[in-house]
Nanobody, 123 residues
Framework: VQLQASGGGLVQAGGSLRLSCAVS????????MGWFRQAPGKDREFVGS????????IYADNVQGRFTISRDNAKNTVYLQMNSLNAEDTAVYYC?????????????????WGQGTQVTVSS
């Protein structure tokens, strides 16, 4: 399984970006998907996840209400819509496939990872 994240770039504070994560093959019906990010000098952190059917999402407190995860299983693609971006959102963003059906916050639940896409928010 290969994951290709795209859509990152440079945006001004208050702006928006939409990240995409294309999965190379159809995952099983029990795979949740997640987004994580890693800022310079910091540990990788959970951003949000979505269950296989797309009906259930959870988010980190610091992105709740600003970020939205969705998925199109017909296209094997997961999206991360990011609004009201601020400098603290600057990081490399990674998508990942979960072993579980729901995804979740725990990185150890994810067994396939994309290469990451850089998001830089200028203040």
């Amino acid at each position: 399984v290969q994951l290709q994240a795209s859509g990152g770039g440079l945006v001004q504070a208050g702006g928006s970006l939409r990240l995409s994560c294309a999965v190379s093959r159809r995952t099983s019906s029990n795979n949740g998907m997640g987004w994580f990010r890693q800022a310079p000098g910091k540990d990788r952190e959970f951003v949000g996840s979505i269950n296989w059917r797309g009906g259930s999402t959870i988010y980190a407190d610091n992105v709740q209400g600003r970020f939205t995860i969705s998925r199109d299983n017909a296209k094997n693609t997961v999206y991360l819509q990011m609004n009201s971006l601020n400098a603290e959102d600057t990081a490399v963003y990674y998508c990942a496939v979960s072993r579980s059906s729901y995804g979740g916050r725990d990185m150890s639940n994810y067994n396939y990872w994309g290469q990451g896409t850089q998001v830089t928010v200028s203040s």
